[in-house]
């Protein structure tokens, strides 16, 4: 079974430019979360998906990020109008709401630095 | 709200030792979860244990070992016999329990390093 993967694994980008990032869950996980983890911080919750439906976003998460999962398998990231304290990793997880094990994998997260 | 505090931002340690991570949360939530996990150098988050609040038994798995107390709304972790391989960040965080874990409020991390 594979793990959860991130796409791609590093981006540079301009100020203003919009950018995109992939996450692939977990084949049988519904559940998919996206994280930011700046320097010497831990993981900030941004928003989670339960199969297609977004369920949560974080008052984080202003009017130029935007998150799809619209076939409840893979997710997309972007971030419209980059500015310079979007310079982070973003985390991808997946999780399965059933059973009793509902612990969050990770995915590798792609680092985003924004010049 | 809801917090995790990990006061210990680095710790070193000489190989053999035993090292403990501290882990204080705030919840006003009477059942929740709690969670480790692992930050090696690579980068990539690796999930080590899960807790149930109602259940306040330690838990052991090898060289690792967590002490759960939800009067002291604490849940550490001891490394027994460090190892050069326990270098890493270790984040404890907080979970919903009537959302099968929800998002996740981490901690800032505690820097282990392991010295041979």
New interface residues.
């Given amino acids: 079974d594979t793990g959860v993967s991130q796409n791609p694994r590093h981006k540079i980008t301009k100020r203003g430019q919009n950018v995109t990032f992939r996450c692939d869950p977990i084949s049988e996980h519904n559940r998919l979360y996206w994280y930011r983890q700046t320097l010497g911080q831990g993981p900030e919750f941004l928003t989670y998906f339960q199969n297609e439906a977004q369920l949560e976003k974080s008052r984080l998460l202003s009017d130029r990020f935007s998150a799809e999962r619209p076939k409840g398998s893979f997710s997309t990231l972007e971030i419209q109008r980059t500015e310079q304290g979007d310079s982070a990793m973003y985390l991808c997880a997946s999780s399965y709401d059933e059973g009793e094990h509902y612990e969050q994998y990770f995915g590798p997260g792609t680092r985003l630095t924004v010049t | 709200a809801q917090k995790?505090t990990q006061a210990q931002t680095e710790i070193s340690v000489v190989e053999k030792e035993d090292v403990t991570l501290d882990c204080v949360y705030e919840t006003r939530d009477t059942t929740y979860?709690l969670?480790w996990?692992k930050q090696p150098p690579?980068?990539?988050?690796?999930?080590l244990i899960?807790r149930n609040s109602f259940d306040e038994q330690n838990e052991i798995s090898g060289r690792y070992s967590w002490n759960f107390q939800k009067s002291t709304s604490s849940f550490n972790f001891t490394i027994t016999a460090s190892q050069v391989v326990d270098s890493a960040v270790y984040?404890c965080?907080l979970?919903d329990f009537y959302n099968?874990?929800?998002?996740?409020?981490?901690?800032?991390?505690t820097e282990l390093s392991v010295k041979p």
């Avoid at chain 2, 690579?42 to 999930?47: A, H, K, P």
């Avoid at chain 2, 099968?100 to 991390?109: A, E, H, M």
């Fill in positions: 995790v979860y969670f996990y690579s980068g990539e988050l690796v999930f899960r984040f965080a979970g099968q874990g929800g998002k996740l409020i981490f901690g800032q991390g």
